[in-house]
């Protein structure tokens, strides 16, 4: 066995996948493609914020959308009704993307008239944070109705993404929510991170998170 070999027999799977991540942005920068990795809990909104997007970006912007699901073509065929190209990962169980499902979905993808990459990840608030997909930014679509405490108890997830959209505020004179806790409970594990409360029922916000993107598109 060469040295070679056994060095990537050792090789941690997180590693391997770095590899393959690392692939993936070659592939979107060469494309000139922005990626983004949309990460949440089940019912978060993940898939009404990708419905939202589509509706307000500027008519230029070519959209194509990865889901990623445990099971089920649902989301995709939610999204391919706004025209947007869509490709579908059923993760057959597993609990989160990685750089390997991505890489194989974008295949199925004609890039050329595309600008922007929405992938929406498994599901889930704990291991989709560990796994780098190779999108140039993460996003995680919280909802208020999932409770202030989230930030404290899933830290890992909070601290892996650059913006929240705290989804379903239209909710907030139903359910107990303090704003203070939340935001402060991410500041507490990341403060660099920007915090855009938003409605997908009723509109409210979504503006915010528009600029946001329109303003990480013009740099690509
Ligand atoms: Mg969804
Ligand atoms: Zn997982």
Redesign the pocket.
């Given at each position: 066995m060469t040295v070679e070999r056994q060095i990537s027999v050792l090789t941690p799977i997180l590693d391997a996948n770095e590899r393959l991540a690392a692939q993936n942005r070659r592939a979107l920068d060469l494309a000139g493609i922005l990626g983004l990795n949309l990460m949440g809990s089940p019912g978060a909104g993940?898939?009404s914020v990708l419905e939202n997007t589509f509706d307000r970006l500027p008519g230029d912007v070519g959209v194509a959308v990865i889901?990623g699901?445990i099971a089920s073509q649902l989301?995709a065929d939610r999204v391919a009704v706004h025209g947007v190209q869509a490709a579908q990962i059923n993760t057959e169980g597993g609990c989160h993307l990685d750089a390997s499902m991505v890489q194989e979905a974008i295949t199925e993808l004609d890039l050329s008239p595309i600008d922007l990459l929405l992938v929406?990840n498994v599901?889930n608030l704990v291991c989709p944070a560990g796994f780098a997909l190779g999108t140039h930014h993460s996003v995680l679509v919280a909802s208020v109705p999932e409770g202030d405490d989230k930030p404290y108890k899933y830290p890992g997830m909070f601290q892996s993404v650059e913006v929240i959209l705290l989804n379903k505020i239209d909710l907030l004179p139903y359910v107990r929510f303090d704003m203070d806790r939340f935001t402060n409970g991410i500041t507490r594990v990341n403060p660099a991170a920007e915090i855009i409360p938003l409605s997908c029922e009723t509109g409210e916000g979504i503006e915010g998170w528009i600029s946001w993107l329109v303003e990480r598109l013009s740099k690509v």
């Open positions: 993940k898939t889901e699901d989301d929406e599901g």
